[in-house]
């Protein structure tokens, strides 16, 4: 019996700690030319979240195409679909050192003209 109660301790525990660790993510944007926009006004963090309900996905195959094609070497990303939200991490140890979120907004400015073509492509 102390088995189960300490299983379901540790279960309740992870699972609110997950749920936490969602809600905590700072937010970002896609602008209409689908630049990634980060928060200027705070430290960059390692994940954001964006929503994506106005992006206008043909489908969720379309969808999980344009995220997968956003995937770098500086960024890869989790769909939820059914939210609308993508979670987007940034792999800070691969930047150059000290880059801020302006750093981050202007390389996601150059990124951007292969992120639409790519949405185009997808949504077709």
Known sequence: MKKYVL????????????????EALPVASFNDHLELVLPADAP???????DISDMGFKNKMAAEKFFRSVTDNLVYTE?????????I????EYAREGWVAADWNNYFVQASERYRRSYNY???
Do not use: C, I, K, P
């Not at 540790?10 to 609110?16: F, G, M």
């Not at 960059?44 to 964006?50: L, N, Q, R």
């Not at 991490?89 to 800070?92: S, T």
């Open 44 to 50: 960059v963090a390692s994940a954001y979240t964006a």
């Open 79 to 87: 769909l939820n679909y059914e939210e609308s939200v993508v979670t």
């Open 122 to 124: 997808f949504n077709q």
């Open 89 to 92: 991490h940034l792999r800070l």
């Open 7 to 22: 299983s379901f301790l540790v279960v309740s525990l992870l699972t609110a700690g997950l749920a936490f660790a969602q």
